[in-house]
């Protein structure tokens, strides 16, 4: 199984200050045949089923705010808030769909300071 | 829109079993796999498995395969999911999640199925 390890557990920024997570994955979810990394990111604020953010490690959902982005290939990965607002504190998720089972790293919990 | 409605919480006693219920709305039912993801207290999310919403095929993670069925009905745009001989460590909300598109990760969630595994 592929496991996916983020870091830092949680963080703590001043709003509008810049967040970054990151996520490593044990092996590559580059697939060489089409260039894509299978790395997807989620936010899940208390109480809600988890929300997509961005797949393809880069691709932001429809209505997902463009403060939020997603870089990296490979096994290294990074989610980036631009400019923390109060309703980005949650928890954050990245998850692979490289292969099955698919798998999600721990969890980072981002607060205001 | 699309909407995921799970049915609601459940409190079994160890060795017994629950089955989930996902009904979908707005969208093609058989065009998009459905998984389930568990979420015990205070910990992370923990995929289970997919399924099929075509033909039923499934892909099961390792640790429940033998302890788990997901199944469809498409007359009803349902997804399910039965977990047997349940433990007090399967105490968690549980799931269903629709596809995004080329299955590239986990675009829609049901609101989540509490279940409560305690003699």
């Known amino acids: 199984d592929i496991v996916m390890t983020q870091s830092p557990d949680s963080l703590a920024v001043s709003l509008g200050e810049r967040a970054t997570i990151n996520c490593k994955s044990s092996q590559t979810v580059l697939y060489d045949s089409n260039n894509k990394n299978y790395l997807a990111w989620y936010q899940q604020k208390p109480g809600q089923p988890p929300k997509l953010l961005i797949n393809?490690?880069?691709t932001r959902e429809s209505g997902v705010p463009v403060r939020f982005s997603g870089s990296g290939s490979g096994t290294d990965f990074t989610l980036a808030i631009s400019s923390l607002q109060a309703e980005d504190v949650a928890v954050y998720y990245c998850?692979?769909?490289?292969?099955?089972?698919?798998?999600f790293g721990q969890g980072t919990k981002v607060e205001i300071k | 829109q699309v909407e995921l409605v799970q049915s609601g919480s459940e409190l079994k006693k160890p060795g017994a079993s629950v089955k989930v219920s996902c009904r979908a709305s707005g969208y093609t039912f058989t065009s998009y796999g459905v998984s389930w993801v568990r979420q015990a207290p205070g910990q992370g999310l923990e995929w289970m498995g997919w399924?099929?919403?075509?033909?039923?095929?499934?892909n099961y993670a390792r640790r429940f395969q033998g302890r788990v069925s997901m199944t469809t009905d498409t007359s009803a745009s349902t997804a399910y999911m039965e977990l047997r001989n349940l433990r007090s460590d399967d105490t968690a909300v549980y799931y269903c999640?629709?596809?995004?598109?080329?299955?590239?990760?986990?675009?829609?969630w049901g609101q989540g199925t509490q279940v409560t595994v305690s003699s």
């Open positions: 399924v099929a919403t075509d033909n039923g095929d499934t």
């Open positions: 393809w490690a880069s």
């Open positions: 999640a629709r596809d995004a598109r080329g299955s590239s990760g986990l675009a829609y």
């Open positions: 998850q692979q769909y490289y292969n099955t089972p698919w798998t």
